[in-house]
């Protein structure tokens, strides 16, 4: 029988050190619960584990992402740069797209001014939160080949 999405998760998550699985699981908890109803597709890329969280799994409706790296976590803003940081917590130059990295894990991503960013971000997007709406969790990609996971 195949792997369901979630098992497929795990397996990815089970690449890395148990430090950043746990964090990496724990922040994709809290945006499943943060953002009811969101689409997730999951992309096993070369340089990172990245999922996304949108309306739909169309990559160009995704407003946020959480990518896990070797040795930390990044949230990722795909419309950052038409944002209000006035706490200048987002990093990147780039027409659209800001990364807030998750330094300090859970708290980062709990505290109240990134709370903030990421409801600036779903409202840019014109999503519309459903709290009774199911969320989806999707592999979209799988590289063939990666970087390691592990420091």
């Given at each position: 029988m195949p792997a369901t999405a979630q098992q497929q998760l795990e397996a990815f998550l089970g690449k890395y050190e148990p430090e950043i699985a746990t964090l990496g699981r724990?922040?994709?908890?809290?945006?499943?619960k943060?953002?009811?109803?969101?689409?997730?597709?999951?992309?096993?890329?070369?340089?990172?584990?990245?999922?996304?969280?949108?309306?739909?799994?169309k990559v160009s409706t995704l407003p946020l992402s959480i990518?896990?790296?070797?040795?930390?976590?990044?949230?990722?803003?795909?419309?950052?740069?038409?944002?209000?940081?006035?706490?200048?917590l987002m990093t990147g130059k780039g027409p659209k797209i800001r990364s807030i990295r998750l330094d300090d894990g859970m708290a980062t991503l709990k505290h109240p001014d990134v709370d903030a960013l990421i409801s600036a971000a779903v409202m840019h997007a014109g999503w519309k939160l459903d709290p009774k709406a199911r969320g989806e969790l999707i592999i979209k990609s799988i590289s063939p080949k990666q970087r390691p996971r592990r420091p």
């Open positions: 724990k922040a994709i908890t809290h945006m499943r943060r953002l009811p109803g969101a689409v997730c597709p999951v992309y096993d890329n070369y340089n990172a584990l990245a999922i996304g969280f949108g309306p739909t799994a990518a896990l790296y070797p040795r930390w976590l990044t949230l990722f803003l795909m419309m950052g740069g038409a944002l209000h940081d006035p706490k200048k």
